[in-house]
């Protein structure tokens, strides 16, 4: 019988590293700006003033203090409020194939494989930089790979759909090595002029090798993968290629991600919880047979929610590792990014990947350290 294994991992981060000060500091002054701007409306009531945000508030919601983003002098100048990066020809690398590509070369030193033993590549994300072509063809390309390569899109968890398809894509005898990567560059979709939700998101990628009977010092067996969905306008983002054909001229901000923070916390809780006992439950196992669980980073609090109901009041918080303080929410991405960085299970031990969020999509991946 053959295994399927996690066999290597690796993250690309950008160069830019925001504190919540700094992004406070810039919201407010925009804020500032905006009020004085349109000092007569709000006189009269046609418009609302907006209010400040501040750090205290951004690391008790939500446990975020530093997010990385690709270019931050544009994000933190009050006038613009978003990221710029240069656009590309057609004959250049495009932007998410090249940081894809980062990810990838890490994960694959990390699996001790050369590009030329992989046979497919799966580009899974939130956000895809393109409809066509496929992003992950294009890093198929760079790397030198020979078979098949797909994007796919499942809002915060496409990371672990991706990995699971990579899974199926193993058993049923299609390729037998797989990289997995998730270019999250939330930066795009974020709405950094709004109170509620400028500070949720990081940018970043990640890449997972996926294989068959792995080699490797360092694997993790995937024992079983459990997925769930079950539709919510709670998170959303609008952004499509009808938009242009559509009756409506669309505001910069209707185009960008909305939530309803509060619903999808107590929504998507008891969900993620359920779906790790039913699974525990499926492979003879109880929640205290998990050694680490990486958890999807949307807020610490929701975390802290779900492990303990697994783990009860008191656990040693590497259990169930946080990376959301330096990296912010980075979508699909997060969950990797604790199994990449905080990682101790010895052999025989056994972890979950859990991802939750838009759409709404969980997936959970069952491994066990050989
Ligand atoms: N600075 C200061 N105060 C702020 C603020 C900011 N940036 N943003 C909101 N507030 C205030 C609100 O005005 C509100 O004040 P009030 O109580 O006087 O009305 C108060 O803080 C609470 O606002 P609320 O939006 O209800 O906060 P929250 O505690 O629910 O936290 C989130 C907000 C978004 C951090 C939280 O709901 C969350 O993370 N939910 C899950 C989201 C998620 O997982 N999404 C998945 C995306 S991939």
Redesign the pocket.
């Given at each position: 019988m053959n295994d399927i294994h996690i066999s290597g991992t690796g993250i690309w981060t950008p160069p830019d590293k925001v504190s919540n000060d700094e992004l406070?500091e810039s919201?407010n002054k925009y804020v500032d700006l905006y009020n004085s701007e349109h000092a007569n409306e709000i006189k009269e009531g046609s418009i609302v003033a907006l209010?400040?945000?501040?750090s205290?508030?951004?690391v008790?919601?939500?446990g975020i203090k530093n997010r990385y983003v690709i270019e931050k002098d544009s994000l933190l100048n009050p006038k613009l409020m978003k990221p710029k990066i240069k656009a590309r020809n057609d004959d250049e690398l495009s932007f998410t194939a090249e940081v894809s590509v980062f990810a990838a070369k890490e994960a694959l030193k990390n699996a001790g494989l050369n590009p030329s033993d992989i046979d497919a590549v799966i580009v899974s994300a939130?956000n895809l930089q393109r409809a066509y072509p496929a992003i992950a063809i294009e890093v198929q390309n760079e790397l030198g790979i020979e078979g098949f390569a797909y994007d796919m899109m499942v809002?915060?968890s496409a990371s672990t759909f991706g990995i699971n398809n990579a899974y199926c894509d193993i058993k049923s005898g299609k390729s037998s090595k797989v990289l997995v990567i998730s270019p999250e560059i939330t930066s795009g979709h974020n709405n950094f002029k709004n109170?509620?939700?400028?500070?949720?998101?990081g940018d970043i990628c990640t890449a997972v090798v996926i294989e068959k009977n792995s080699q490797s010092k360092n694997k993790f067996k995937i024992l079983d993968t459990k997925l769930k969905t079950s539709f919510s306008n709670n998170?959303r983002n609008n952004y499509g290629y009808m938009n242009a054909i559509e009756d409506k001229e669309y505001t910069e901000s209707e185009l960008l991600?909305v939530?309803n923070?509060?619903k999808?916390?107590k929504e998507?809780m008891p969900f993620v919880s359920s779906l790790i006992l039913e699974q525990l439950n499926e492979n003879d196992l109880i929640a205290e047979d998990i050694e680490q669980y990486w958890l999807?980073q949307?807020?610490i609090?929701?975390n802290s929610y779900v492990i303990k109901k697994l783990l009860g009041e008191n656990f040693p918080p590497e259990r169930a590792p946080i990376i959301l303080d330096e990296y912010a929410?980075t979508?699909s991405a997060g969950s990797i990014i604790a199994f990449h960085k905080h990682n101790h299970l010895t052999n025989g031990q056994k972890g979950i990947i859990c991802s939750?969020?838009?759409g709404y999509s969980i997936c959970s991946i069952l491994l066990e350290k050989e």
């Open positions: 406070v919201f209010d400040h945000s501040s205290e508030f951004i008790k919601a939500s939130a809002g915060c109170r509620d939700g400028h500070f949720i998101f998170i991600f939530q923070g509060r999808v916390f998507v999807h949307a807020n609090n929701m929410n979508s939750f969020g838009a």
